[in-house]
Each structure stands twice: as C-alpha cells, then as structure tokens.
C-alpha cells in the first residue's frame, strides 16, 4: 500500500506527481512494492487524483485530516484474505525494492509486524499483519499514521536493517526535491 494523498504544503504541490530521475513518485512508489514482492499495489490518493498502472487507485475523501485516515482508507480497501500489508510513503524514492522484500522475507519467518530500520532508527516502510489491521486503523489519527499503535506494541515488532540497500529520506520541501536532481 502507498500512501499518496498529502498535498506537499511545505513543496507546494502533491508529491505523488513529482517526477524524480524521469518517473513520477507514485509510479516509483508502486514499482518498488511490486518488485519486493507485494500485489496488489492499493495507492491511496488525495489531493492529487493520478491514475496509475498496475496498481488500485483508493481515493480518500478525508485526505485533509493527514496521513492517519490514508492509512485507514487504505486498510479498509484490503482485499478481505490479504494476510499482510506492506505500507510505503510517496515521498520516500530512495527505499528499494529490497528493503520492500526483506520485510516480506521477515513475515515468512514469522514476524507479525517489520519495521524497516536505517542505522537501527525505525522508519518506512511497515509491514503489519491482517490480526492487526483494526487496532492500527483506529490507532491512526492527524499525520501519526501506525506510530502510536508500533509505540504502544514494541513487542510485537520486527525491526529489519535495511541501511545497506536503502535510505529513507523523504522530499518535504524544494530544497530536498533539488538534492534528487528533479
């Protein structure tokens, strides 16, 4: 799942139609999942209605509350014997699609949820598993998305290095659109 909606205030317009080394964020975004190992690809979408191929485009309506009711939209849109979900943000180009496996790589070995890590600091992308879905839709609120549910269940989190082949740097503002080269 990709998480799309934001309208980029600090850049100025949503991201998910910013193009980085000649590709649009979303269509990176759902490469990337895709080729870690995830289908279908669910990209929810807000302030910027794109279309995208290969993916099924989720609309939310509440995307001005923030990220919490992406999250939960996207949740909600979930084929129902989907045993996981991988949730990756727009603006983050510099994961990979092996940072996307290992999290599916840590599930088949039983983790209930992975947190990819960079220099062991928790980040994105996620993945949480189907027992899970509920508690971390309603725990999502404002901009927070699963955080306050991951901060309140450490115990059941596996965290995954994945330094070493990705980086999670996200595009906020201009000046961060620029250091891409876009």
Request: charged share 20%; proline share 7%.
């Amino acid at each position: 799942m990709l998480l799309a909606a934001g309208a980029g205030r600090r850049l100025g317009r949503p991201k998910a139609t910013l193009e980085v080394e000649g590709e649009r964020l979303v269509d990176r975004g759902v490469r990337t999942l895709r080729s870690g190992g995830c289908a279908p690809v669910l990209v929810v979408t807000g302030a910027a209605c794109v279309e995208v191929i290969g993916a099924v485009v989720v609309p939310n309506a509440d995307w001005r509350e923030g990220m919490g009711s992406s999250l939960r939209a996207g949740l909600a849109a979930l084929p129902p014997a989907c045993p996981a979900a991988v949730v990756a943000l727009v603006d983050q180009p510099r994961v990979t699609p092996a940072a996307v496996a290992r999290l599916v790589e840590a599930y088949d070995r039983g983790a209930r949820i992975a947190v990819a890590t960079y220099g062991g600091r928790p980040r994105n992308p996620v993945l949480i598993t189907a027992p899970y879905f509920a508690e971390v839709a309603g725990a999502a609120r404002g901009d927070v998305g699963a955080r306050p549910f991951l901060r309140a269940n450490p115990h059941l989190i596996t965290e995954v290095e994945c330094a070493d082949v990705a980086s999670s740097e996200d595009i906020d503002t201009r000046a961060d659109l620029e250091s891409y080269g876009a």
